[in-house]
């Protein structure tokens, strides 16, 4: 049997049963293996673990993106909150992909000035009804339709002060201004109504101290009239002389202006030292205010006229798309050669084509403004919005990116880029576009779709017009208006023509300072020396080297001693001196400030002029600085929205009644004044008898060349 065995092993044929010698030796095969493969895979490993690094640095050693990269992914990539949703686990959306038809129809607008307008009306209906807590949610919805508009701020300054709320008025008035600096509409505004205002102050301040200087230098004036007319060697007097000169010289009807320019010329005479200065200076501000070629003041009209070219530019940049804005900018568009004029145009003709959906009729406006100055930003952002809207978001991108070389700190230009990125999906770089749009000012207000969604298109900025580009336009415009056409509605009051005017106020100053430097009189005494009574050299008696009136000079002659000629001088000067301190006191109760001017305290003259000019400002001429309304300038309005259009050319729409603010707070000024001019009489009265009771004896001194003893 064992012999079988064996030759059975050695034979090594398996009949397919068991075989105990074969199965042994198979057992002896795979132990040889096991122990084999206990060294062989872990050097397998080793080697593996060894070889694995190298593909992944020849790997990240080639060209290939790191998009194309395999990352293992959670379960559910969407389930953390913090996960950075990009291209890099999204599919890419191609922005070529968007059909065309997709494009909004009209594409929606980040605000709504319409909006803004109805509600600042109701805004406007409900403060005139006293509930001004519905007026100023109105208001609030007026600022998020159409942000940063002047004529809102300017109300809600108004209405600060009418509700004594000096919060909202000392954060309202600063952005104002602010606001009314950056645009040029509002700014011109300013600059146009704050003249008109300026030149009616001094007008009414250059009357208030005509008037006073009338008051104080009549006497002399009717010293001088009478001599002129009457050949009496005393020149006795006459003090209804002195009304010649304004009854003359209103028959003759110059004019406010004139005619102040004439009584002044007379009144500049006969001031003398620091009393002349404040009715030269404020004739010189005249002058100047209506000289006719200031450029500040004459380019500002056209943005006030709502029938210019450049109002129509500002509304087609600011306003909905309007067909009748449309026609107007084809037809002067069609009839213009000039180079930056059909500039401007094909911009606002542009921004008006995108509005309504023309995206190819915009985009080649568009492109005709970039062919003229390729570092056009407003059209090159505008073809990149149209673009946008027609669905190609990257070359919109690239647009933008090209509008951003030429101007990089504006704060839209990544607004609109972030919209572009939203639409491809690619939200980190949204919103870190998002994030340097606030970094350079801009905070998108809240906003509401009001066609749905727009096709999923979220609404873009259109640049307007900039301030090179207005100033430019009302320029090349102001030549066609007349100079201060803003003044035109006082033209009756101020008299001449602007030209006329300016050379006739210039004239008359010439020749006051002419009379003034060249009148041989003017270095001689204009008064008695005893009592003070108005002289000159040749109704003036010379005794002992004094100036003195005939009485007083007959008095001399006649006193046979120093010690009688004393005493009689001495009770002339008291009783002189008594009358003049109730002079001066009656001018100080008449017209506050005259009283002050008449024993030259000039100071306290000019701050009581100044307040009596502003109450009267505040009563007749207040309404010209209405900031809220859209045009109120009364040189441009029919003569039926006038109340009166020669007498009184105040817009019907601007007056606001007797109890509005201003003229109560005219009044109310104005009555103040006059009470300050009842107790300044009486202190006045009180306090100069002691200058004036007893005259003052000068030294001797020698008698002018010039001047002789009358015979």
């Known amino acids: 049997m064992s012999e079988l065995v064996d030759d059975h092993c050695k034979s090594g044929v398996g009949h397919g049963r068991a075989n105990p010698c074969c199965g042994a030796w198979w057992i002896n095969?795979?132990?040889?293996?096991?122990?084999?493969?206990?060294?062989?895979?872990?050097?397998?490993?080793?080697?593996?673990?060894?070889?694995?690094?190298?593909?992944?640095?020849?790997?990240?050693?080639s060209s290939a993106p790191l998009d194309t990269l395999i990352q293992e992914e959670p379960e559910n990539p969407w389930s953390q909150f913090n996960r950075n949703n990009s291209r890099k686990v999204l599919p890419d959306v191609q922005a070529t992909t968007?059909?065309?038809?997709?494009?909004?129809?009209?594409?929606?607008?980040?605000?709504?000035?319409?909006?803004?307008?109805?509600?600042?009306?109701?805004?406007?209906?409900?403060?005139?009804?006293?509930?001004?807590?519905?007026?100023?949610e109105k208001l609030q919805l007026a600022n998020q339709a159409e942000p940063g508009q002047a004529r809102l701020l300017w109300w809600q300054t108004v209405q600060a002060l009418r509700e004594f709320d000096p919060g909202s008025y000392l954060w309202a008035l600063p952005m104002a201004l602010r606001t009314a600096v950056r645009d040029p509409v509002p700014r011109n505004r300013l600059v146009l109504q704050g003249h008109q205002m300026a030149l009616l102050w001094l007008a009414l301040f250059w009357s208030v101290l005509a008037l006073a200087y009338?008051?104080?230098?009549?006497?002399?004036?009717?010293h001088d009239l009478t001599a002129l007319?009457?050949?009496?060697?005393?020149?006795?007097?006459?003090?209804?002389?002195?009304?010649?000169?304004?009854?003359?010289?209103?028959?003759?009807?110059?004019?406010?202006?004139?005619?102040?320019?004439?009584?002044?010329?007379?009144?500049?005479?006969?001031?003398?030292?620091?009393?002349?200065?404040?009715?030269?200076v404020v004739w010189v501000a005249v002058t100047l205010l209506v000289f006719p070629k200031w450029s500040w003041i004459h380019h500002s009209l056209p943005v006030l006229d709502p029938q210019s070219e450049t109002s129509l530019l500002v509304k087609a940049a600011r306003m909905p798309v309007s067909p009748a804005i449309q026609q107007d900018l084809a037809q002067r568009l069609a009839v213009t050669a000039e180079g930056k004029r059909k500039q401007r145009l094909m911009l606002a003709s542009a921004i008006q084509a995108a509005r309504s959906g023309a995206y190819d009729q915009s985009s080649e406006l568009f492109q005709a403004v970039l062919a003229r100055d390729a570092g056009h930003v407003a059209a090159r952002i505008g073809l990149a919005n149209n673009t946008y809207y027609l669905g190609r978001f990257d070359a919109?991108?690239?647009?933008?990116?090209?509008a951003r070389t030429h101007a990089p700190l504006r704060p839209e230009i990544p607004y609109n880029m972030a919209q572009a990125y939203f639409r491809k999906l690619f939200l980190p770089e949204a919103g870190?576009?998002?994030?340097?749009?606030?970094?350079?000012?801009?905070?998108?207000?809240?906003?509401?779709?009001?066609?749905?969604?727009?096709?999923?298109?979220?609404?873009?900025?259109?640049?307007?017009?900039?301030?090179?580009?207005?100033?430019?336009?009302?320029?090349?415009?102001?030549?066609?208006?007349?100079?201060?056409?803003?003044?035109?509605a006082w033209r009756h009051w101020l008299g001449c023509p602007p030209l006329p005017l300016f050379a006739f106020l210039l004239a008359s100053l010439a020749i006051a300072l002419g009379l003034t430097i060249g009148w041989s009189e003017q270095k001689d005494p204009r008064e008695c020396e005893t009592c003070g009574w108005i002289i000159c050299s040749r109704c003036t008696v010379v005794y002992s080297e004094r100036w003195l009136c005939r009485k007083c000079g007959q008095t001399a002659e006649r006193s046979k001693s120093e010690m009688v000629m004393a005493t009689l001088l001495k009770n002339r000067s008291r009783s002189q001196g008594i009358a003049r301190a109730q002079r001066v006191s009656w001018l100080a109760r008449v017209l506050p400030?005259?009283?002050?001017?008449?024993?030259?305290?000039?100071?306290?003259?000019?701050?009581?002029?100044?307040?009596?000019?502003?109450?009267?400002?505040?009563?007749?001429?207040?309404?010209?600085?209405?900031?809220v309304t859209r045009w109120d300038m009364p040189g441009l309005i029919l003569a039926s929205e006038t109340i009166h259009p020669y007498w009184f050319p105040l817009p019907k729409a601007a007056w606001q009644g007797v109890v509005s603010a201003p003229f109560i707070g005219g009044l109310l000024l104005l009555g103040i004044l006059f009470l300050l001019a009842q107790l300044d009489g009486a202190q006045l009265r009180q306090s100069l008898p002691k200058q004036f009771l007893i005259a003052a004896i000068e030294p001797e001194r020698k008698v002018p060349p010039a001047v002789r003893k009358p015979a």
């Open 29 to 61: 095969r795979q132990a040889a293996g096991r122990e084999l493969s206990r060294l062989v895979w872990p050097a397998l490993l080793i080697l593996s673990l060894a070889w694995w690094p190298i593909p992944a640095v020849v790997l990240a050693q």
């Open 98 to 136: 968007v059909p065309q038809a997709s494009a909004p129809t009209r594409p929606p607008r980040l605000d709504d000035p319409v909006g803004s307008i109805y509600q600042f009306h109701l805004a406007q209906v409900a403060a005139s009804s006293g509930n001004f807590d519905l007026a100023r």
């Open 214 to 222: 009338l008051l104080r230098y009549w006497r002399f004036l009717c």
């Open 229 to 280: 007319l009457y050949r009496e060697p005393g020149h006795r007097l006459r003090p209804w002389i002195a009304l010649l000169l304004p009854l003359a010289i209103i028959l003759l009807r110059p004019g406010w202006l004139p005619a102040l320019a004439l009584i002044s010329i007379p009144l500049c005479i006969k001031a003398r030292g620091k009393a002349r200065w404040p009715l030269l």
């Open 396 to 402: 919109a991108l690239q647009e933008y990116a090209v």
């Open 432 to 488: 870190e576009s998002m994030k340097e749009a606030r970094r350079l000012g801009f905070e998108p207000p809240d906003w509401e779709d009001s066609q749905g969604k727009a096709n999923g298109f979220t609404p873009v900025i259109y640049l307007g017009f900039t301030q090179a580009e207005i100033a430019a336009s009302t320029a090349w415009e102001a030549r066609d208006y007349p100079v201060l056409a803003h003044l035109a």
């Open 593 to 627: 400030g005259a009283g002050h001017l008449a024993v030259d305290r000039l100071a306290g003259a000019l701050v009581r002029f100044c307040l009596l000019a502003l109450s009267l400002h505040l009563i007749l001429f207040v309404w010209t600085l209405d900031l």
